[in-house]
T-cell receptor, first 113, second 109 residues
Framework: SAVISQKPSRDICQRGTSLTIQCQVD?????MFWYRQQPGQSLTLIAT?????????ESGFVIDKFPISRPNLTFSTLTVSNMSPEDSSIYLC??????????FGPGTRLTVL | KQEVTQIPAALSVPEGENLVLNCSFT??????LQWFRQDPGKGLTSLLL?????REQTSGRLNASLDKSSGRSTLYIAASQPGDSATYLC????????FGTGTRLQVFP
């Protein structure tokens, strides 16, 4: 199993600013994922972040808007850049462990004014 | 591109009814399919995981089936209770977890 923490747990930000969300895992994992959950919606995959390579973004998401770092096997960051109210969502990181069992962080609730 | 759809989008039933939630996916090349529950303002709770080689999984009052060739899964909830009220999400694993659109369930006393 895995324990995943995210910082911050929530934030309220002004339009045009950027926020960096941190995801820390208590053990080494190869595959880490970032999701967005907009109000009343399901989870949408933003990108896959693998250590040692650039993140792979899903359709509709670009690196300039959501830059991702993955400096080691236990940590990743997602930045939401030049925010607008439409970016108000819950952002979750996730990892896949042996047997392809997913674990999710508690999420970061972002409100953009 | 894998697309995952859930029907119905919302469901409101009286307590005690047996329920069927549906999940369909467009690409059958999956490792597994998983059902989750999400309570308002809370995180995800894993309910059942079905490997691609399996046909079904059971846990208590929950039974999930998988027909990979037709791209379908169903979650059966027996004798529903008000505590079952939540949003139910299916997700398929194809090197990454792709979530369905969700079914919002309300069970009233």
């Amino acid at each position: 199993s895995a324990v995943i923490s995210q910082k911050p747990s929530r934030d309220i930000c002004q339009r045009g600013t950027s926020l960096t969300i941190q995801c820390q895992v208590d053990s080494q994992v190869t595959m880490m994922f970032w999701y967005r959950q907009q109000p009343g919606q399901s989870l949408t995959l933003i990108a896959t972040a693998n250590q040692g390579s650039e993140a792979t973004y899903e359709s509709g998401f670009v690196i300039d808007k959501f830059p991702i770092s993955r400096p080691n096997l236990t940590f990743s960051t997602l930045t939401v850049s030049n925010m607008s109210p439409e970016d108000s969502s819950i952002y979750l990181c996730s990892v896949l462990f042996s047997g392809r069992v997913p674990f999710f962080g508690p999420g970061t609730r972002l409100t953009v004014l | 591109k894998q697309e995952v759809t859930q029907i119905p989008a919302a469901l409101s039933v009286p307590e005690g009814e047996n329920l069927v939630l549906n999940c369909s996916f467009t690409d059958s090349a999956i490792y597994n399919l998983q059902w989750f529950r999400q309570d308002p303002g809370k995180g995800l709770t894993s309910l059942l995981l079905i490997q691609s080689s399996q046909r079904e999984q059971t846990s208590g009052r929950l039974n999930a089936s998988l027909d990979k060739s037709s791209g379908r899964s169903t979650l059966y909830i027996a004798a529903s209770q008000p505590g079952d009220s939540a949003t139910y999400l299916c997700a398929v694993d194809t090197d990454k977890l792709i979530f369905g659109t969700g079914t919002r369930l309300q069970v009233f006393p």
